[in-house]
């Protein structure tokens, strides 16, 4: 099984960027699964996830950033709007398996995408 990224790269600040994460050999999307990103010189962090239907946020990208998924598609995405320097970071897609609930502080991925780097300058 195989979680690969696309859709990251160089926009300026208030722009938009739309990532995708493709679920390779999986048979459907797990029920918990999110985006987390790291900055150099910062520690990872939960960014957004998707819990069964439930989506929750990290409180700096509310009302900027949505993550969905196309089920049909085995895709998860992550549309990013408005843009800030400080969301410069790479961007990976994960899963936990072995979960059916999850949330930003008890998601523990088994599974990781090789990640896609966002820069965004001001």
């Known amino acids: 099984v195989q979680l690969v990224e696309s859709g990251g790269g160089s926009v300026q600040a208030g722009g938009s960027l739309r990532l995708s994460c493709a679920f390779s050999?999986?048979?459907?999307?797990?029920?918990?699964v999110g985006w987390f990103r790291q900055a150099p010189g910062k520690e990872r962090e939960g960014v957004a996830l998707?819990?069964?239907?439930?989506?929750t946020y990290v409180d700096s990208v509310k009302g900027r950033f949505t993550i969905s998924k196309d089920n049909g598609k085995n895709t998860l995405y992550l549309q990013m709007n408005s843009l800030k320097p400080e969301d410069t970071a790479m961007y990976y897609c994960?899963?936990?398996?072995?979960?059916?609930?999850?949330?930003?502080?008890?998601?523990?991925?088994?599974?990781w995408g090789q990640g896609t780097q966002v820069a965004v300058s001001s």
């Open positions: 050999r999986f048979l459907y999307i797990p029920y918990c």
């Open positions: 998707i819990s069964d239907t439930t989506t």
């Open positions: 994960a899963t936990d398996t072995r979960r059916s609930r999850c949330t930003l502080s008890t998601i523990s991925p088994n599974y």
